[in-house]
């Protein structure tokens, strides 16, 4: 689709997969493929997702929170506790948008039921861009 969008029940379907799938994540992707120059996806996510601690190489990440509540938390190269940023939809005055810079360790916790967030990033997709922290060095 070359004008792509979405709307209520697109995010009511997302979380329908979401609900079906054993990960218990879904994503609708608004770029075109992996080789994309900028990757735009809106995600959903169950409460109980681990997400790795991770860091990308290649460029900063923007989130931006739609529904639920979540935390953002960094994490120095050596795996400590650097910085927590608690996230809630524009309409609850608090922080719904934050940009993670390039080579920041961080993953979510997530404190609702689901969330549902807008995700940027450069692409093209490549794992190589993309560094999972050992989960026995990092300290929370």
């Not at 900063?60 to 979540?70: A, D, F, T, V, Y």
Request: contains cysteine; glycine residues 4%; positive net charge.
């Amino acid at each position: 689709n070359r004008f792509p969008s979405l709307d209520y029940n697109d995010l009511k379907k997302l979380l329908s997969i979401t609900n079906k799938n054993i990960i218990k994540k879904a994503r609708f992707c608004l770029h075109k493929s992996k080789s994309s120059r900028l990757h735009k996806m809106v995600i959903a996510h169950k409460k109980g997702v681990q997400v790795p601690l991770h860091k990308h190489l290649h460029s900063e990440e923007l989130l931006l929170l739609l529904h639920g509540k979540l935390k953002l938390l960094f994490f120095s190269g050596s795996g400590h506790f650097r910085k927590e940023v608690c996230m809630c939809p524009v309409t609850s005055k608090a922080i719904f948008i934050q940009v993670i810079p390039k080579n920041t360790y961080h993953t979510i916790n997530i404190l609702t039921d689901y969330v549902i967030f807008l995700e940027i990033i450069l692409g093209p997709f490549k794992p190589k861009n993309m560094k999972i922290m050992n989960k026995n060095l990092f300290c929370y």
